[in-house]
């Protein structure tokens, strides 16, 4: 499973799917994106913009330490 990094974040990738973590401008951690594998590391949403599909709506946030 990649596991991949970079200034917006991480991105862990199985084979047809993905989620994508970051911190947002307020150092909190946030759920960037969880769907369908996208081509590039690069193509996932920076942690402070959310995405409308079915399965990316919710937005989920704690104190990092």
Do not use: F
Request: with cysteine.
């Amino acid at each position: 499973m990649p596991i991949h990094a970079n200034d917006q974040g991480w991105v862990l990738e199985t084979r047809s799917t993905a989620y994508a973590l970051g911190l947002n401008p307020a150092g909190l951690l946030t759920h960037r994106y969880w769907g369908p594998r996208l081509p590039l590391p690069e193509d996932y949403p920076p942690p402070w913009i959310t995405t409308t599909g079915a399965i990316t709506t919710s937005i989920i946030t704690c104190k990092c330490w």
